[in-house]
């Protein structure tokens, strides 16, 4: 083969793309924004692209929520619409099958997230979006995970021997420290936190005390680390059944009972050798999937038009 032969390829995929910008419709939605190989993604194609990511991001976050985080990723959405695109180039390449069942499987999940049929519609209605470019959408996964786990996943071996020696590497991160099991009773009246110090020490049960709309109990485990420094320092200073002295913080009164403590305990590697292996094989994956996507990458031919 000529040497010149790729650069002749990206020429006259080049050359194309700017006749299809020259003589293409004028609408924005057909607006070319990038070309990978010979496809091309559009404006509607990447519009589209992020609609689907708010509707992924609608059982964890709020409405505010996913526009602030699709405002600070838009520009990684088209690098991941682009990488999505060389991957299905890849899936067609092997002639990677799909299961439809696993199609309306996903549909079916994702819909649990509303209330009914009707909700589902109208949220993809308000996305621009109909269930056929979901369908889609979910096919296009469906086919990257099948040539991903064809060319990556199924590649991946992690020993038992790799699993130990990290375990022994690290494994003072691999300690349970103290836990504190502790009553928190709280009130805002002054007076009635110092009735309820009183009681504690008395022996009286904190659930007992909790009997009234002015005093709410809570009861806790806790780690250190996982509460406000100066709650810390009052509870981390008594020992088991010890009642601290009322704690203001803001308009409320706390009073803690410390019930137990659970000792620092090491973890051994039996109890978390899948956990580890788990972990493991993921660092493996995501390095490996880095490789595999970076080498299409230096083979295929992008170029992108949007600022």
């Known amino acids: 083969m000529p040497k010149n032969t790729g650069k002749n390829i990206k020429f006259s995929l080049l050359i194309a793309a700017i006749f299809f910008l020259i003589f293409a419709p004028a609408s924005a939605e057909d607006k070319i924004v990038a070309i990978v190989n010979c496809d091309v993604i559009t404006q509607k194609d990447l519009a589209d692209f992020i609609n689907f990511t708010r509707m992924q991001m609608a059982s964890r976050y709020t409405k505010e929520e996913i526009e602030k985080k699709i ?10 619409l682009i990488e999505d695109k060389i991957i299905l180039q890849e899936a067609k390449k092997n002639n990677i099958k799909l299961d439809e069942a696993k199609v309306k499987a996903r549909i079916e999940e994702l819909r649990k997230h509303y209330g009914s049929d009707a909700d589902f519609q109208a949220a993809l209605a308000g996305q621009g979006l109909v269930q056929a470019d979901i369908e889609s959408r979910i096919r296009e996964q ?36 103290p836990q504190l099991q502790i ?34 109990l809570d009861r806790m485990n806790v780690i250190k ?7 810390e320092e009052v509870v981390f200073k008594l020992k088991e059944q010890d009642v601290s002295a009322p704690v203001k913080i803001g308009n409320k009164y ?15 590697l039996t109890e978390i050798r899948d956990r580890l292996y788990t972990m493991l094989f993921n660092q493996k994956m995501e390095e490996e999937l880095t490789k595999w996507l970076d080498e299409l990458k230096r083979h295929s031919y992008i170029k992108i038009f949007q600022n």
């Open 183 to 216: 009553d928190s009773l709280t009130t805002e009246n002054a007076e009635e936190a110092r009735q309820i110090f009183l009681n504690l020490k008395s022996g009286k049960d904190p659930e007992s005390l909790a009997n009234t709309d002015s005093v709410s």
């Open 71 to 80: 405002k600070g990723i838009k520009k990684e959405l088209l690098d991941k």
């Open 254 to 268: 706390y009073i803690f009972k410390l019930n137990r403590i659970t000792p620092a305990r090491q973890q051994n």
């Open 225 to 231: 680390g996982q509460l406000r420094k100066d709650i």
């Open 142 to 177: 469906l086919f990257m995970y099948g040539i991903i786990n064809a060319k990556v996943r199924s590649k991946i071996v992690i020993n038992p021997k790799e699993v130990t020696e990290f375990y022994e590497k690290n494994i003072e991160e691999f300690k349970f420290p």
